[in-house]
């Protein structure tokens, strides 16, 4: 019998169950079933409250392995072990940081409180959320593939004998691809279970770590609270269709329709709390933009003639000068890894390859600003004409100009007249511009046509927006740096605002994603590049 088991206290009412709370003004012990009938005296005032929050403090020492007769009184923070006053006496201690095992085990006793609190309060409902939401999908993928069979079924009937082998092939196909669905499904659910099953063990050994003050379960404790907050990521499944064209005997296999095969995507949560990785030093007295090389590089271009390739570790990897000697305005990496920079004061869109460096756009009448670099390889490009009074988006094959967007359907600007354009392409090809002088994300479909402006979170009306950087990511996020407000906005695809980042970030102006969505941010004024973890 665990010898632990002899201090468990009991409710005074039932005096069967263990206590779990305490009434502060009756002074009485209670049990979880006890509560709402000693509530139920309503000729008193009462106060419910946890128990282990007024347990009085009764220490249980472990006895030292070098010094049978001794109590560990003592912990040595170099050893991260606890000790006895004889074990630091002999000097084997010596030179160690050591500290008082009680105070050491009050402030392990906090940290298990705060992760216990984030487990049950935070972490587990939000396990239970992605559980729930995933008997809901395979309740609609049964519904969903029902209707198939069904729809297979009625063309069946029409097409009568004819078709029935082919009825039967399809529906084959269908039970295939609904096995292979829920199969996913079954797996993302036998994953997230046995994690909640792993959460709701470790909930349980801090829950008697804190009831049996044992100071050495204690002293050993190590919080898991960091694995279980990186939260499993979900797929997100296109289902299936039949299409049902009209009937011609001489093709029917064709014509039948044939099902579409199963389209997996991986959907990232965002993270509870967005974390900082790296803090790249850049050298420069102002920074203006950054753009992913790979995971740990990236060319940084700030208030000088010079771009830099620097790795996390702030360490100078090349450095490229321009070409007029002017200082770049944007830079952006090709999907060849080739680096590309706007120069404004001779109108030139130029690219660096093998260090050398190529004028591939020569304008007129027009300043280059921003750039980006598609999925398509193109280049994107804002611009203002030369007066100052006009604002575009241009796309760009090699050096042909094959697109450009300055009016929405009624012959209005899109944007403002002059001014700072960051621009990203997202995902499903939308043109993103952070619009500084007109205070709004403006968004663009792949045509040109005007998808939705975004000012701001609603329910902010005190402080102004002036959206500076731009990027997207696998998700089909828009992330913008909101620079005097010290942090950015990351919305989905169609505008909406999902969450702030903020990392302690100071003037945030370029912004880049890498292949794995992490997030790098230019500060303007510390001339750091931060990488930030938010997926």
Known sequence: MDPRAQDVLLCDLCETDPLQYLCEHCDINLCTN????????SSKKHK??????????????????????????????????????????????????????LEKLGSKKQRIEKDLEELEK?????????????????????????????????????????VTDIVN??????????????????????????????????????????????????????????????LPPTIKVTLPSLSTPTINTEKLNEMFGLLTSLSVTTVKPLLAEPRLTAAIDTGYEYLHSVSCLSEDQVWTCGDNK????LNLQSKLLTSIKTKSGNTPIDIAVT?????????????????????????????QGWRPRNVCCTTGNDLLVTMTSDDLKQSKVVR????????????????????????????????NLDICVADWDASAVVVVNQSGKLRFRYTGHPSNTEQSFYPYGITTDSQSHILTADRYNHRIHILDQDGQF????????????????????????AEWGTVKVKKIQYL
């Open 34 to 41: 006890c509560v709402s009938k000693h509530l139920s005296d």
């Open 498 to 521: 999902l969450r702030y980042i903020h990392c302690d970030l100071e003037r945030p102006v370029g912004l880049c994603v890498d292949i794995k969505d992490n997030l790098f941010v």
């Open 306 to 309: 010079t771009m830099k390739l």
């Open 335 to 363: 999907q060849d890894g080739y680096l590309v920079y706007t120069d404004s004061w001779n109108n030139t869109v130029n690219l660096i390859k093998n260090k050398k460096i190529q004028t591939v756009i020569r304008l």
């Open 48 to 101: 419910i409250a946890p128990y282990h929050l007024h347990r009085k403090f009764t220490p249980k020492f472990s006895k030292c392995l070098k010094h049978a007769d001794k109590d560990c009184e003592l912990y040595c923070e170099s050893c991260h072990i606890p000790v006895c006053s004889t074990c630091i006496s002999s000097g084997k201690h010596k030179g160690h940081d050591i500290s008082d095992i």
């Open 396 to 427: 760009y094959s090699g050096s042909t100009e094959t697109q450009s967007i300055q009016f929405d359907d009624q012959g209005r600007p899109l944007y403002s007249s002059g001014g700072i354009k960051y621009l990203s392409e997202n995902r």
């Open 169 to 230: 092939k399809r529906k084959a196909d269908i039970v295939e691809t609904k096995t292979k669905h829920l199969s996913l499904l079954d797996k993302q659910a036998d994953e997230i279970t046995h994690r909640m099953t792993e959460i709701n063990q470790a909930i349980l050994e801090m829950k008697n770590i804190l009831d049996t003050n044992d100071i050495s379960l204690t002293s050993t404790y190590k919080s898991r609270n960091n694995e279980f907050n990186k």
């Open 122 to 162: 935070k972490i587990y409902p939000r396990y239970t959320e992605i559980s729930s939401a995933v008997q809901t999908e395979k309740a609609e993928a049964q519904t969903n593939y029902g209707k198939l069979a069904t729809t297979a079924d009625q063309q069946g009937e029409v097409w009568h004998r004819e």
